[in-house]
């Protein structure tokens, strides 16, 4: 198993430009989501998604769009980069269930916008 | 869900047990206790989890006190790999959110 991956590895985006950070796994687990961590700081909770057609918000999700269309991929769509937005940011998944499930993390995207 | 205390930072020497605490005085009872590790900003990694029993896997064990109010979480043999800020984390796993809310965690430090 490939686990969670995503693409690109980095990017640097111009104020005002839009693009879609990728995430995929291949371990048939219900529940993704997106993390960004800034310096020196904790993650935190972009959106998430139980399933296929199925989205949430999370802690911090403004400037930020998310769905769901399979079970494999959940992309996160920056509308209107933000130089705010400058952050590494994590995919991660789980099953869902009782709380003994783990969430697996992708390896991260590192963004800056100037 | 409860929050979590731990030292910013902690020395160990390779090939000695690391032993990093973490407080959670106001965990309920069907709260977990999470430790996961990050390795110079990869994406974080899971250890280990317990709720009331002492837990050991090929990674780590979880101590976890009677009261449940702190943890203790034990690398047994620290290597250089094992260098990472370590995150404790207190999550209740109800409702559709899996939050993990990441504090400030612990640097460890393996010396050679």
């Known amino acids: 198993n490939a686990g969670v991956t995503q693409t690109p590895k980095f990017q640097v985006l111009k104020t005002g430009q839009s693009m879609t950070l990728q995430c995929a796994q291949d371990?048939?687990?219900?529940?993704m989501s997106w993390y960004r961590q800034d310096p020196g700081m904790g993650l935190r909770l972009i959106h998430y998604s139980v399933g296929a057609g199925i989205t949430d918000q999370g802690e911090v999700p403004n400037g930020y769009n998310v769905s769901r269309s399979t079970t494999e991929d959940f992309p996160l769509r920056l509308l209107s980069a933000a130089p705010s937005q400058t952050s590494v940011y994590f995919c991660?998944?789980?099953?869902?269930?009782?709380?003994?499930?783990?969430?697996?993390f992708g390896p991260g995207t590192r963004l800056l916008v100037l | 869900d409860a929050k979590t205390t731990q030292p910013p930072s902690m020395d160990c020497a390779e090939g000695r047990a690391a032993n990093l605490p973490c407080n959670h005085s106001t965990i309920s009872g069907n709260e977990y206790v999470y430790w996961y590790r990050q390795i110079h900003s990869q994406g974080p990694q899971y250890i280990i989890h317990g709720l009331k029993n002492n837990e050991t896997n090929e990674m780590a064990s979880l101590i976890i006190t009677e009261d449940r109010k702190s943890s203790t979480l034990i690398l047994p043999h620290a290597t250089l790999r094992d260098t990472a800020v370590y995150y404790c984390?207190?999550?209740?796993?109800?409702?559709?959110?899996?939050?993990?809310?990441f504090g400030s965690g612990t640097q460890l430090t393996v010396l050679p």
């Open positions: 984390i207190v999550v209740i796993s109800s409702g559709s959110a899996r939050q993990l809310t």
């Open positions: 991660a998944s789980s099953y869902l269930g009782l709380a003994k499930e783990t969430q697996y």
């Open positions: 371990m048939n687990h219900e529940y």
